[in-house]
Protein backbone atom coordinates (compact mmCIF):
# COMPACT_ATOMS: atom_id res chain seq x y z
CA UNK A 1 0.00 0.00 0.00
CA UNK A 2 2.69 2.32 0.94
CA UNK A 3 4.78 1.81 -2.32
CA UNK A 4 1.37 2.90 -4.32
CA UNK A 5 1.44 5.92 -2.62
CA UNK A 6 5.07 6.90 -2.99
CA UNK A 7 4.80 5.88 -6.65
CA UNK A 8 1.72 7.84 -7.04
CA UNK A 9 3.52 11.19 -5.57
CA UNK A 10 6.05 10.47 -7.66
CA UNK A 11 4.49 10.26 -10.74
CA UNK A 12 2.63 13.48 -10.32
CA UNK A 13 5.72 15.28 -9.23
CA UNK A 14 7.21 13.82 -12.68
CA UNK A 15 4.67 15.05 -14.46
CA UNK A 16 4.27 18.35 -13.45
CA UNK A 17 8.36 18.80 -13.96
CA UNK A 18 7.56 17.23 -17.02
CA UNK A 19 4.55 20.13 -17.75
CA UNK A 20 7.64 22.70 -16.76
CA UNK A 21 10.02 21.69 -19.58
CA UNK A 22 7.24 21.69 -21.92
CA UNK A 23 6.28 25.15 -20.99
CA UNK A 24 10.19 26.01 -21.31
CA UNK A 25 10.68 24.42 -24.70
CA UNK A 26 7.44 25.90 -26.15
CA UNK A 27 8.65 29.12 -25.07
CA UNK A 28 11.81 28.33 -26.64
CA UNK A 29 10.11 27.35 -30.46
CA UNK A 30 8.17 30.27 -30.19
CA UNK A 31 10.93 33.08 -29.38
CA UNK A 32 14.41 31.05 -30.07
CA UNK A 33 15.11 33.91 -32.89
CA UNK A 34 14.63 36.90 -30.09
CA UNK A 35 17.40 37.61 -27.95
CA UNK A 36 16.05 35.48 -25.03
CA UNK A 37 17.78 34.36 -20.87
CA UNK A 38 17.60 31.56 -18.99
CA UNK A 39 16.00 33.94 -16.85
CA UNK A 40 13.07 34.58 -19.64
CA UNK A 41 12.92 30.45 -20.51
CA UNK A 42 12.41 29.89 -16.20
CA UNK A 43 9.61 32.79 -16.36
CA UNK A 44 7.74 31.24 -18.96
CA UNK A 45 7.13 28.22 -16.68
CA UNK A 46 6.78 30.11 -13.13
CA UNK A 47 9.69 28.56 -12.06
CA UNK A 48 13.32 30.13 -10.54
CA UNK A 49 16.07 29.44 -12.98
CA UNK A 50 17.97 27.02 -10.57
CA UNK A 51 14.52 25.43 -10.89
CA UNK A 52 14.88 25.20 -14.93
CA UNK A 53 18.49 24.52 -14.60
CA UNK A 54 17.65 21.20 -12.94
CA UNK A 55 14.57 20.32 -14.82
CA UNK A 56 16.77 20.13 -18.06
CA UNK A 57 19.57 18.45 -16.23
CA UNK A 58 17.22 15.87 -15.41
CA UNK A 59 14.62 15.19 -17.76
CA UNK A 60 16.42 16.45 -21.13
CA UNK A 61 19.75 15.93 -20.04
CA UNK A 62 21.15 19.69 -21.18
CA UNK A 63 21.01 22.95 -19.87
CA UNK A 64 18.48 25.40 -21.25
CA UNK A 65 21.07 27.39 -23.11
CA UNK A 66 22.38 24.10 -24.98
CA UNK A 67 19.31 23.32 -25.99
CA UNK A 68 18.17 27.00 -27.51
CA UNK A 69 21.35 26.89 -29.26
CA UNK A 70 20.47 23.96 -30.55
CA UNK A 71 17.10 24.75 -31.80
CA UNK A 72 18.95 27.67 -33.31
CA UNK A 73 21.60 25.83 -35.21
CA UNK A 74 18.96 23.49 -36.71
CA UNK A 75 16.89 26.44 -37.61
CA UNK A 76 19.49 28.05 -39.77
CA UNK A 77 20.75 24.54 -41.40
CA UNK A 78 16.86 24.49 -42.46
CA UNK A 79 16.43 27.43 -43.75
CA UNK A 80 19.57 27.10 -45.11
CA UNK A 81 18.53 23.94 -47.19
CA UNK A 82 15.32 25.62 -47.96
CA UNK A 83 17.02 29.03 -49.77
CA UNK A 84 20.10 28.28 -50.19
CA UNK A 85 20.83 31.64 -52.36
CA UNK A 86 20.59 33.43 -48.75
CA UNK A 87 23.58 34.21 -47.16
CA UNK A 88 24.72 32.57 -44.10
CA UNK A 89 24.80 36.03 -42.41
CA UNK A 90 21.55 36.84 -42.84
CA UNK A 91 19.92 33.88 -41.67
CA UNK A 92 22.33 33.53 -38.76
CA UNK A 93 21.14 37.09 -37.42
CA UNK A 94 17.85 36.00 -38.12
CA UNK A 95 17.64 33.30 -36.10
CA UNK A 96 18.44 35.04 -32.71
CA UNK A 97 22.48 34.85 -33.17
CA UNK A 98 23.99 38.79 -32.93
CA UNK A 99 27.44 37.56 -33.47
CA UNK A 100 28.90 35.44 -36.52
CA UNK A 101 32.09 34.36 -34.93
CA UNK A 102 30.14 33.04 -32.14
CA UNK A 103 27.67 31.40 -34.61
CA UNK A 104 30.97 29.77 -36.26
CA UNK A 105 32.01 28.17 -33.06
CA UNK A 106 28.60 27.06 -31.71
CA UNK A 107 27.96 25.46 -35.52
CA UNK A 108 31.52 23.71 -35.28
CA UNK A 109 31.21 22.49 -31.96
CA UNK A 110 27.69 20.86 -33.06
CA UNK A 111 28.34 19.99 -36.48
CA UNK A 112 32.41 19.48 -36.84
CA UNK A 113 34.31 21.63 -39.46
CA UNK A 114 32.53 23.00 -42.53
Known amino acids: MELLQNE ?10 ELRVKKCLLFIENNYASSITIGDIAKSADISVSSCMRLFKDV ?3 TPIKHLLKCR ?5 EELEKEPEVTISKV ?13 RCFKKEYGEI
Do not use: H, W
Open 92 to 104: VYANGFSDATYFN
Open 8 to 17: SVYTDRFQKE
Open 73 to 77: LQRIC
Open 60 to 62: LGT
